[in-house]
Nanobody, 122 residues
């Protein structure tokens, strides 16, 4: 079972930037996809961005051009650089990793970390 620890969240003004980090352990596969997700109060958890095992990033429309997902497989780290943040980006952000891309895209994952809170407000 994969263990995940997210960090880097905080309070930022609209237009600001944050970089989220995710340390993961317990992944036994050498080829796996990773993703960042978020959950706003009263909303379901949603996919924000993912990266395939081949390193191809994909973003949901609402964050395209503003967020960048990267990974460091040697360090078992996943990152999300967020810029030009908007109040609607406010949520708890989670990362995850799985050998099946379909589980990442479908947000069909069994274990989650505690998440990191991102609040965008003036």
């Amino acid at each position: 079972q994969v263990q995940l620890v997210e960090s880097g969240g905080g309070l930022v003004q609209p237009g600001g930037s944050l970089k989220l980090s995710c340390a993961h352990s317990g992944m036994t596969e050498t080829r796996y996809s990773v993703g960042w997700f978020r959950q706003a109060p009263g909303q379901e958890r949603e996919l924000v961005a993912y990266m395939t095992s081949a390193g191809s990033p994909v973003y949901v429309d609402s964050v395209k051009g503003r967020f960048t997902i990267t990974r460091d497989n040697d360090k078992n780290m996943i990152y999300l650089q967020m810029s030009n943040l908007k109040p609607e980006d406010t949520a708890v952000y989670y990362c995850n990793a799985d050998r099946l891309l379909s589980r990442v895209i479908g947000v069909n994952l069994s274990s989650w970390g505690q998440g990191t809170q991102v609040t965008v407000s003036s």
